[in-house]
């Protein structure tokens, strides 16, 4: 323009002239205004940069957390001193520290995260940069992308941007060596993504949050911090932070149950408590109706952009199909322990387990809860197995049907493998390879905590039309019943026999219902499904297996001796048939029957043999069952010392095994232990502690015999009120229950009380009752303890001829057994009465013989029954 405006006034020289001028004129012009515009872009630009440095977005309220916090912020202020510009020689010397706080969905990693982060910024005066890695999302972020921002943040302008993904991060190292800069990389996805995110400078750090435990690469200064579920009181403080600390105040209980229904998991209660507090009307108790079904209970949490069952989706949804469809069939099972089995057995190729274990526990799906000795264990959150369950139950009809056809063979593989040690017929049919990595060493625990899932196989067997192996599932469980408590009606459905013809199976189905009549006391059951018609003598055709169980009916009604002619037949078959685990069985219930037969030497000969082979199996209930009752029968023999470590590592199995009535069991045989050696507060103590477990439980016969059991020990301390009172408790019990057993025994003890309180007229009619209850049930050592009793109060009311009648039965009896002691007190009492009657020779005599044949004779000079405590002299 100023050519054309120069040449259209002027002409040749002149024109030339002025043109140069106005072209320098021009040109200044240009290069001052240049020059102003790129320090504006500059100032500008480094205004942008500052602002940048500073991303952290606003912080979420965090309770119940402070543990953890205090944690992360002590690790974060350890901040070093940056190096120089130059990139160290030592990789080490110049890493960045690294903190990956991990953990389930929902458990409120990004809130603990941000918190920390936002209360050490002073620390990091160069900047905190924060990005949302997004992996959760369909398409997490890419790093080379993330690197861009962060460089640009750094002051890099976009024309200085290097193209590829290595290049940015090797230009994101050098601007960060000296810096003290946080990074935080929220909700990452995995180790590739975040490692070309890391700076390099000595003073920087790195906080990531992700559902699995990154490794960060070859960082040597990285820290994994576990986020886990609240205990019950913080949830309860994360729910007051959202819903109003007052209102759970007001209603303490259902803001109880809420955390409950929760399962304790943050983002939960942070929904639930946000919705609370956006409606005044809506109370804490209608929200927990609200939550009460489980199956409604994912649609009810959500609030805002807020939701769980999203939040689950989006692990979920990574998973492989063949993982999601074994997910969602374990978390249709009843819920309980999950093991490495259950997860092979649901996937179509058991050999890739390890590695699917891994990453259901990495991504929070599966919670691993393994102990010492046990081998890996799991379990879902409840509401983890919720939304399992409905993505399950959206699959398709046939791919459910495939899938839990599968898991059916697999229980019919274990179990029928775990009961070969017990059942050896059933050796030619088990397949250790095809049971998995199952032990038969530990089969009645796993069968024990496995059995609402062996229910659930053996009635979805029948449904899938697979009953030849429900049968056999059945089968193989029902040489477990007595590790388990199982109702007589649940019995009658799983042993249901059906359509099955199998000889083999229809016997053991059938001894499976009388076994669990047994244990529900229901003996006539036993009797008329093992002895069709009553037969009087079955012993040409009714199997050892069998009569070992007709043996425990004649018992349980009270009728000792067809119980221990039975029993004793059953050891004899089973010993000729070589059938070792029965044989222990057998053993052990015939050692008991001995000893209610008066005959404890042959208790103890019966019980120390099965407990050897109780070792032999390894199996550590029976064991614990063998050395209670060997315990026990140490008792009678009264050798209490010997018995006291045997029932402490009765106890100590039980409580192992988690069996609480057997725990119970053995406290009380405990107690009875102490009180023959008169440790009668150590009794008192064992006797409190078994009523702990069984009160609760409902369990009306042993609250009486721990009653029953408390009467000698309070009597024996001079407190007869208490002895009195626990006397009226256990009658009333037994009284209820119509158990005419214990209620004799307990009126022996009344007598004994009378006795000691010096009123044998009024021992006598209980003392009667007693007599004649354990004489018609063939008890003969409560006979003759009764006997004895009375025998002592006709002596106090002048009744000799009476007093001699019942001491020498008592005598009589005692001396059919290896019952020392109680034949030397015995013989102190008649010797007594001898003497009252004038047959002072006998008498004589009698003490004589007794002195010299018996040691225990002479320790008790000067024993009266009317006065001595029973057992502890």
Not at 742 to 749: E, I, K, L
Request: contains cysteine; hydrophobic residues 40%.
């Amino acid at each position: 323009m100023s050519k054309d405006l120069v040449y259209g006034f002027l002409k040749d020289n002149l024109a030339l002239g002025t043109f140069a001028g106005a072209a320098v004129l021009v040109g200044g012009l240009s290069a001052v205004m240049y020059h102003h515009h790129t320090a504006d872009d500059v100032a500008e630009s480094a205004r942008a940069g500052l602002e940048l440095r500073h991303q952290l977005p606003q912080e979420h309220v965090l309770v119940g957390r402070d543990v953890l916090s205090s944690g992360l912020v002590e690790r974060l202020r350890d901040v070093p001193t940056p190096g120089s510009g130059a990139l160290p020689g030592d990789p080490a010397a110049g890493q960045a520290t690294v903190i990956v706080v991990h953990g389930a969905a929902g458990t409120g990693k990004t809130a603990l995260a941000l918190h920390a982060a936002h209360r050490v910024k002073q620390y990091y005066p160069d900047g905190q940069l924060y990005v949302d890695l997004r992996g959760d999302a369909d398409i997490p972020r890419e790093s080379g992308e993330v690197l861009g921002e962060f460089v640009r943040s750094l002051g890099t302008a976009q024309g200085d941007m290097p193209r590829t993904t290595d290049d940015r991060a090797a230009l994101f190292r050098s601007l960060t060596n000296n810096l003290r800069l946080l990074v935080m990389l929220d909700n990452a996805h995995s180790t590739a993504q975040i490692q070309p995110l890391l700076p390099v400078g000595a003073g920087c750090s790195v906080l990531v949050t992700s559902r699995k435990a990154l490794s960060a690469g070859n960082i040597t200064r990285r820290h994994r911090v576990k986020v886990q579920l609240p205990d019950e009181d913080q949830a309860l403080e994360v729910l007051s932070a959202h819903a109003g600390r007052e209102r759970v105040i007001a209603d303490p209980a259902a803001a109880l149950e809420i955390v409950q229904f929760c399962g304790r998991l943050p983002l939960a209660l942070r929904i639930v408590g946000g919705k609370i507090a956006m409606r005044e009307d809506l109370t804490l108790r209608q929200m927990r109706a609200r939550l009460e079904d489980e199956r409604a209970r994912l649609h009810e949490l959500v609030y805002e952009d807020l939701s769980l069952q999203a939040c689950l989706s989006l692990t979920y949804r990574d998973l492989p199909e063949a993982i999601r469809r074994a997910v969602g069939l374990m978390s249709s099972l009843p819920a309980g322990k999950l093991t490495d089995w259950h997860v092979g057995s649901c996937l179509p190729t058991a050999s890739v387990v390890g590695r699917v274990s891994d990453e259901l526990v990495a991504v929070g799906l599966m919670e691993a809860h393994g102990s010492e000795g046990s081998g890996p264990g799991y379990r879902f959150h409840d509401l983890v197995r919720v939304f399992a369950t409905e993505q399950y139950e959206a699959l398709p009809p046939e791919e459910r049907r495939t899938a839990e056809e599968r898991l059916v063979r697999a229980y019919r593989e274990a179990i029928v493998y775990l009961a070969v040690s017990r059942a050896p017929e059933l050796r030619a049919e088990a397949s250790p390879e095809r049971a998995g990595n199952l032990d038969q060493e530990t089969a009645g625990p796993w069968v024990a905590e496995e059995i609402e899932r062996i229910k659930w196989a053996i009635t979805r067997a029948r449904r899938l039309g697979m009953e030849p192996e429900g049968a056999e599932i059945a089968e193989g469980l029902s040489y477990f019943l007595d590790d388990l408590n199982l109702p007589s009606a649940s019995a009658q459905w799983l042993f249901d026999e059906g359509a099955e013809q199998r000889a083999r199976v229809v016997r053991s189905l059938r001894r499976g219902r009388a076994v669990a009549a047994l244990g529900n006391g229901m003996p006539d059951t036993v009797l008329d499904l093992c002895l069709p018609g009553r037969s009087p003598d079955p012993a040409a055709t009714l199997p050892a297996r069998d009569r070992m169980v007709v043996a425990r009916a004649y018992a349980a009604k009270s009728d000792y001796p067809a119980a221990l002619s039975h029993m004793s037949t059953a050891v004899q078959k089973l010993r000729a048939e070589n059938d070792q685990w029965h044989l222990l069985s057998s053993l052990e219930k015939l050692g008991e029957f001995q000893r209610w037969r008066g005959q404890p030497e042959k208790a103890e000969e019966s019980q120390r043999e099965a407990l050897r082979l109780a070792e032999e199996f390894r199996d550590r209930r029976a064991q614990a069952r063998l050395r209670r009752t060997l315990a026990e029968t140490l008792g009678y023999l009264r050798r209490p010392e010997e018995a006291v470590p045997f029932l402490e590592q009765a106890v100590h199995d039980f409580q192992i095994l988690n069996d609480r009535v057997w725990e119970g069991a053995s406290r009380y045989a405990l107690g009875k232990i102490y009180r023959l050696l008169a440790r009668r507060q150590e009794a008192l103590a064992a006797y409190d502690r078994a009523e702990d477990i069984f009160g609760p439980m409902g369990e009306q016969l042993w609250i009486g015999r721990i009653a029953n059991a408390r009467i000698r020990v309070h009597a024996g301390m001079g407190r007869f009120d208490d002895a009195w009172a626990s006397a009226r408790t256990a009658l009333d019990l037994f009284q209820q229950l119509g158990n005419e057993m214990w209620y004799s025994h307990t009126q022996r003890d009344v007598g004994w009380l009378h006795l000691r309180q010096g009123r044998p007229g009024e021992a006598v009619a209980p003392l009667t009752e007693a007599v004649d209850v354990t004489r018609q049930a063939g008890d003969a050592y409560a006979e003759s303890m009764a006997r004895h009793l009375r025998g002592v109060a006709h002596r106090e009311l002048g009744q000799l001829n009476e007093a001699r009648s019942d001491l020498e039965a008592a005598l009589a009896i005692y001396r059919g057994g290896a019952y020392e002691w109680n034949e030397a007190a015995v013989l102190h009492d008649l010797i007594r009465v001898l003497r009252a009657d004038g047959a002072s020779d006998e008498a004589d005599r009698t003490e004589s013989s007794a002195t010299l044949g018996n040691p225990i004779f002479v320790q008790m000079t000067g024993r009266d029954g009317a006065r001595a405590i029973p057992d502890e002299d």
